[in-house]
């Protein structure tokens, strides 16, 4: 993990105080800081329950508070932090950088619902970009930090299809498939979502600082993390359990066996959420944990037509922002854009077969083990598959191997 002087910082834009903490509210925001640096998040939504907005909770006798937190966090919360007038002068600061910056908290009217219906919802989130995208239908989708190339086409492919229908595309702005995925809901109107695992004016990784201001552009960021904070590998299973939360569903495109993507499927499945699966090859490791998901009660697609149809939802649902709940309808075909059939529908439409593809099958094989099934000599078979290569229709791999690229 990346220690604090690796990571970039995010530029600031032109100084503009329209948010939803002008300096008039500074009172207000110093409260909600105070409580989320001062005590944990199960501890300040109990306190919230109990006695109503932060500054009542510091306000409340030391006995009352003993009541509902541990000794410990009471004495915590009988004065403010040391650090707490920088924090909030952090803040402003950033808030002052543009109108599309934003701190929302649990008593916020902005607050994603669909956050609130979680076990574990943040005391507030700092936000860059198109905050609408929040009430928009979210899908997550995660992977490999080292896809193959197959599994990079599917993150793109599928993250496109289902931004081109109208949803959110959700991820966490690692390398890999998160990229993709991100790359992906920015070509359609759904746009995406990044939550990170650092502060928000963090950026990590630093590869992905382009894509992040596309994104803070174009589509969001999220991050419940105080500005400043560094990419801590604690952090990032906190992030996860965001991306789970903000979204219907979560689509899991490759994975090994000991995957972070495999936490954020569970996160989503005990949230009550829908987990998709893509299957791969059974020789290859990235596959083995999409399968142990599809083992354990994932749905298998092989489309974004799929994750649509489970979700009984239109394009035009999805537009609407119709995210929080569940039409009485079934999607047809034709509310998918050209795109997603396409894709759908790729293997049907490709024309004739071709006889080195269909040898080649799905997994990956030698040149030996190619002009063994289709009894062609070896300089002609290699000559083909480098036609196929030039057409990005194969791929080669390390160690003479040769396999298919995306649904050729």
Not at 88 to 100: F, I
Not at 280 to 296: N, V, Y
Request: aromatic share 4%; with cysteine.
């Amino acid at each position: 993990m990346a220690t604090p002087d690796t990571a970039d910082l995010l530029p600031d834009a032109p100084i503009n105080g329209d948010h939803l903490f002008p300096r008039a509210g500074e009172d207000e925001l110093r409260a909600w800081l105070r409580l989320a640096t001062s005590v944990g998040r199960a501890s300040g939504r109990r306190l919230l329950a109990a006695l109503g907005t932060p500054q009542q909770v510091f306000d409340s006798a030391s006995s009352l508070l003993r009541d509902l937190v541990t000794p410990a966090q009471a004495q915590a919360l009988s004065a403010p932090p040391a650090d707490l007038e920088a924090c909030v002068l952090k803040t402003l600061n950033w808030l002052d950088g543009g109108p599309d910056r934003h701190v929302v908290t649990l008593g916020d009217a902005l607050y994603p619902t669909v956050l609130l219906n979680t076990a574990d919802p943040p005391l507030l989130l700092h936000l860059r970009g198109r905050h609408e995208l929040l009430r928009r239908p979210a899908l997550a989708i995660v992977g490999s930090r080292n896809p193959s190339a197959q599994g990079v086409n599917n993150a793109q492919a599928f993250a496109r299809c289902m931004s081109e229908s109208g949803w959110s595309i959700v991820s966490g702005l690692a390398l890999g498939i998160d990229g993709s995925a991100h790359e992906g809901g920015l070509a359609g109107p759904g746009g995406t979502i990044a939550v990170l695992g650092t502060g928000m004016d963090r950026l990590y990784p630093a590869r992905h600082r382009e894509l992040a201001l596309r994104i803070a552009a174009q589509g969001l960021l999220v991050s419940e993390f105080p500005l400043g904070t560094p990419p801590l590998r604690e952090n990032f299973p906190q992030r996860n359990r965001l991306i789970a939360g903000l979204t219907r569903g979560t689509l899991v495109v490759e994975a090994a066996l000991q995957s972070g993507s495999l936490i954020t499927a569970r996160l989503a499945a005990e949230c009550g959420r829908e987990v998709f699966a893509i299957p791969g090859s059974i020789h290859a490791p990235l596959a083995r944990g999409c399968h142990s998901l599809i083992k354990q009660g994932a749905k298998l697609v092989e489309s974004a037509q799929d994750i649509l149809e489970e979700f009984h939802m239109t394009q035009e649902d999805a537009a609407n922002g119709a995210g929080n709940r569940l039409p009485n309808r079934k999607t047809s075909k034709r509310a998918m854009p050209a795109v997603a059939t396409a894709a759908a529908n790729a293997a049907q439409d490709d024309g004739p077969a071709d006889d080195v593809l269909t040898a080649l099958g799905h997994d990956a094989a030698t040149l030996d083990m190619l002009v063994e099934r289709t009894g062609l000599p070896a300089p002609a078979l290699a000559a083909r598959l480098l036609e196929l290569e030039l057409e990005e229709r194969v791929q080669r791999l390390p160690g003479g191997l040769y396999q298919r690229c995306g649904l050729a």
